[in-house]
């Protein structure tokens, strides 16, 4: 009777572990990036846009980032700007042919202990400047659950009336590909939602990369703890902008219209990455191959969902009631031995 009982208190301790509430935190330690890294831009570059690990703490004046030439080792000086969330390095003479190395030594002030990170580009090919920007498409309009931030839970479903849209660079704009910097504006008003509590969101970029974005108005009340995002139902005018860092210049598509209308009845999401969830995790530049820095996805983006308990929720029941069903079919097992003794 004491081994059945004391299964069946673990058993119920077990469940009784699996309780609590969800709590979102943000991550110390989350990768730098660059861009070009990865990529050829063309001859003339005026700057470059350069995100340091989120631990840096230096100011302007204390950058130890370095920038050479592979070829000969030749250290190419630069002045720094503070863009958003990152860094432009402008060049006081625009870098010639051949291929660069950024070297970025600040430590990460995280658990892990890494370090800064190295990127290579290359600067190669004649191009004028761009005169505009390109076409921007609307590639789907549906409904379905769109996953946006919540202070709980880090992301949480919202059924919704969505449209993904992205940028067709023009034959001018796509030599620049790799060093654009984009902001969408919906009726005007510049849009910039997370899906992911406390992601940062890329430099120029959207949360659904560099390039292109996801609008989208929610089919009823938003889910508890969610963030206060969304357009209201209808018919929005969207317009996409985008920069070229060292270069006085503000591109623009022509506007396109999205109707965001719901017409089925909503399903509340379940919580953490339930539903249906519109991004489909990779982040590009617009019509490019995704490249270092594009954009950062999940847990990488310094966010973390746990529990308060000491575990899973759901591998907490599973265990409790495993724990029961054991100690239950052991006690079965004593009881024609206890027939024997009486």
Known sequence: ?????????????????????????????????????????????????????????????????????????????????????????TFPVPLSQGAYRFVDPGACAGPTGQTGFT????????????????TLLVEQEAEGAVQVEASAQCSVGVPSAFADLRVSLSEGASPWAALLLYRTLVDGV??????????ELPV??????????????????LPSGAAQYGLTQGVHTVVMQATLPGANLLLETDPV???????????????????????AGVVTDAGQDAGPGDGLAGVEDGCTCRHSGSGPAGLGWLLGWGGLLLAALGRRRRLPRRADRA
């Open 190 to 199: 510049e849009w910039r939602p997370k899906d992911f509590a406390p992601r």
């Open 119 to 134: 990127a290579e580009f290359v600067v190669d090919g004649h191009a004028d400047l761009p005169l505009d920007l390109g």
């Open 1 to 89: 009777m004491r081994g059945w009982a004391l299964a069946g208190l673990a058993g119920l301790g077990v469940v009784a572990w699996s309780d609590g509430a969800w709590a979102c935190s943000g991550l110390n330690c989350v990768d730098g990036y660059l861009y070009p890294a990865g990529r050829q831009v063309p001859l003339g570059t005026q700057a470059i846009v350069w995100r340091p690990n989120a631990g840096y703490s230096y100011g302007l004046d204390e950058v130890t980032a370095t920038l050479t030439r592979v070829d000969s080792g030749a250290e190419v000086s630069f002045e720094v700007a503070q863009y958003h969330s990152g860094l432009v390095l």
């Open 204 to 221: 120029g970029g959207s949360w659904r990369g560099r390039g292109s974005d996801t609008v989208f108005a929610p089919c009823g009340e």
């Open 257 to 279: 219209q999205v109707n965001l209308t719901c017409t089925q009845t909503p399903t509340p999401d379940a919580g953490v990455d339930a539903g249906v969830d519109v991004d």
